[in-house]
Nanobody, 128 residues
């Protein structure tokens, strides 16, 4: 399994931007599909976005499409989440996830159970 460590969270104001990073170690990260999820207090973990091993096959959750962008640098074993036009409802702990599958399709992309490795999470708080 690959180990994942997120960073870049913080407290921002509505309308601001933030970029999260997730560094992987162990495993063959360049061959893994990756994703971002988030979890707000009292709520279930929610799918944010995912990307296949080569940088294609990107999928976004409805609530973030057009505002968030996922990208990866396989040479650095790092996946990024660029978050623009942040809203208070984006407040959550953001988790990076990875699966040994090179890409996911259909409902599996958004399914927490499809991912084998998880980071510890990074808090994002957006004030109004």
């Amino acid at each position: 399994q690959v180990q994942l460590v997120e960073s870049g969270g913080g407290l921002v104001q509505a309308g601001d931007s933030l970029r999260l990073s997730c560094v992987a170690s162990g495993g063959t990260f360049s061959r893994y599909a990756v994703g971002w999820f988030r979890q707000a207090p009292g709520k279930e973990r929610e799918f944010v976005t995912a990307m296949g091993w080569s940088g294609g096959r990107t999928t976004y959750g409805d609530s973030v499409e057009g505002r968030f962008t996922i990208s990866r640098d396989n040479a650095k074993s790092t996946v990024y989440l660029q978050m623009n036009s942040l809203k208070p409802e984006d407040t959550a702990v953001y988790y990076c996830a990875a699966t040994w599958r090179t890409y996911l399709t259909g409902s599996r992309v958004r399914d927490v159970g499809s991912y084998d490795s998880w980071g510890q999470g990074t808090q994002v708080t957006v004030s109004s």
